[in-house]
């Protein structure tokens, strides 16, 4: 769902529940709302994001595009795609995300980073994923869990940041050519009911993400 006169808000409504993602962008930033807590894709080191500048859906893919300004030192798109799992069906209370996040500059040195960052009260941990060469991402809280994964192509080029109260991974990093296009594509699950991720939705995300190619676009 979105509102053609508010951007920067979208929604999934499954049943009597929504899922809500606030993208505005600079220091806003943008989030997956899961209560009152926000699971978060921000700029590395407090900076600004550049703002939103066009939103649109296109089949079941939410498509946000935030081009570089002067203030920035590069632009991106995010491509969000609610993720059918086997086994494991989105409803209410768990749903699974394909975060598509794609980077670009003009400027002849760049090293664009981006965090993603989830709320990990109950502690932050990582494992090897059930795939060869991917790693899983827990935080646990009292209210919610979420994990994120990556595929092998995005564990090299990621690390996660070792921060109190949260489970931090940052994106990208390294050195980006002036008009080259960088992409990552972390898959994100969230249980709504427990504190953390039950093993049978991290398989079945490791399953999927293994299967699936990288979009093109």
């Given at each position: 769902?979105?509102?053609?006169n508010?951007?920067g808000?979208?929604?999934?409504?499954?049943g009597d529940?929504i899922?809500?993602?606030?993208?505005?962008?600079?220091r806003?930033?943008?989030?997956?709302?899961?209560g009152q807590?926000?699971?978060?894709l921000?700029a590395?080191?407090d900076?600004?994001?550049?703002?939103?500048?066009e939103?649109f859906?296109?089949?079941?893919q939410?498509?946000?595009?935030?081009?570089?300004?002067?203030?920035?030192?590069f632009?991106?798109?995010?491509?969000?795609?609610?993720v059918?799992?086997e086994?494991?069906?989105a409803d209410?209370?768990?749903i699974?995300l394909e975060?598509?996040?794609?980077?670009?500059t003009t400027?002849?040195?760049?090293?664009?980073t981006?965090?993603?960052?989830l709320?990990?009260?109950?502690?932050?941990?990582d494992?090897?994923?059930?795939?060869?060469?991917?790693?899983?991402y827990?935080?646990?809280?009292?209210?919610?869990?979420?994990?994120?994964?990556l595929?092998?192509?995005?564990?090299?080029?990621s690390?996660?940041i070792d921060?109190p109260?949260?489970?931090r991974?940052r994106?990208?990093?390294?050195?980006?050519?002036?008009?080259?296009?960088?992409?990552a594509?972390?898959?994100?699950?969230v249980?709504?009911?427990?504190?953390?991720?039950?093993?049978?939705?991290i398989?079945a995300?490791?399953d999927?993400?293994?299967?699936?190619?990288l979009?093109?676009?």
């Amino acid at each position: 769902m979105t509102a053609p006169n508010r951007i920067g808000v979208a929604a999934w409504q499954i049943g009597d529940s929504i899922w809500r993602i606030d993208a505005r962008g600079e220091r806003d930033a943008v989030a997956l709302v899961v209560g009152q807590e926000r699971i978060a894709l921000v700029a590395s080191d407090d900076q600004a994001l550049p703002p939103l500048d066009e939103q649109f859906v296109r089949n079941d893919q939410l498509h946000f595009s935030f081009p570089q300004t002067d203030r920035s030192q590069f632009g991106f798109r995010l491509v969000v795609r609610p993720v059918p799992l086997e086994g494991c069906g989105a409803d209410g209370t768990h749903i699974a995300l394909e975060l598509l996040v794609s980077v670009q500059t003009t400027l002849l040195d760049s090293h664009p980073t981006l965090d993603l960052v989830l709320p990990a009260r109950g502690g932050a941990r990582d494992e090897a994923g059930a795939q060869s060469g991917s790693r899983v991402y827990h935080a646990d809280n009292g209210d919610f869990g979420a994990a994120v994964i990556l595929g092998p192509q995005d564990v090299a080029s990621s690390v996660a940041i070792d921060q109190p109260g949260e489970q931090r991974l940052r994106l990208f990093g390294e050195f980006l050519e002036k008009g080259v296009i960088r992409r990552a594509r972390p898959w994100l699950v969230v249980d709504r009911t427990s504190g953390s991720v039950a093993p049978r939705w991290i398989r079945a995300a490791s399953d999927a993400l293994a299967e699936s190619p990288l979009p093109l676009s």
